[in-house]
């Protein structure tokens, strides 16, 4: 079963047939968090790294999208001290910031709101300047990323 996330969401489930996916990852990050005991793994497309206060749409930011989606882990069974994450995305598309890029910043934020969390970041692919589509299957583990400009790999 495909479970599709769009842009500013998070899917979580137990269901050890299906598969997480997102795509049209450019500057923004697609956060994978598994508890392998229990089978429990989540996905959040977030666009921006910091939410400033209480926001209508937790998941637009990489800070209250990862804890709104941790707690709904939580709620299926999974523990909070063996989750584990992967990251991918923070492509430096046409970016017109002053400074770092916002692709960099959502990098950043995401390995910083993981340790926060005191979740483990097992492997990530981030950064260049090419858009991404990512495919968590939480069972498994397996983050597959299809990158315009690279072939398809598995972290």
Do not use: Q
């Not at 858009?131 to 690279?150: C, E, H, L, M, N």
């Amino acid at each position: 079963m495909t479970i599709r996330v769009g842009v500013a969401d998070w899917r979580v489930t137990d269901d050890d047939d299906a598969v997480l996916v997102t795509s049209g990852l450019g500057s923004c990050v697609a956060i994978a968090v598994r508890d392998a005991r229990s089978g429990a793994g989540g996905l959040l497309h977030a666009m921006l790294p910091e939410a400033d206060g209480p926001v209508d749409t937790p998941a637009k930011y990489v800070d209250s999208g990862l804890d709104e989606m941790v707690s709904a882990l939580l709620r299926l069974g999974a523990s909070p001290s063996s989750l584990t994450a992967k990251l991918a995305g923070g492509s430096t598309m046409l970016d017109l910031s002053i400074g770092d890029s916002v692709g960099s910043r959502n990098v950043s934020a995401a390995e910083r709101a993981l340790a926060d969390a005191d979740i483990e970041l097992l492997a990530s692919e981030t950064g260049g300047d090419s858009g991404r589509s990512v495919s968590f299957s939480p069972s498994s583990g397996d983050v597959t990323i299809d990158r315009v400009d690279a072939e398809v790999h598995v972290i």
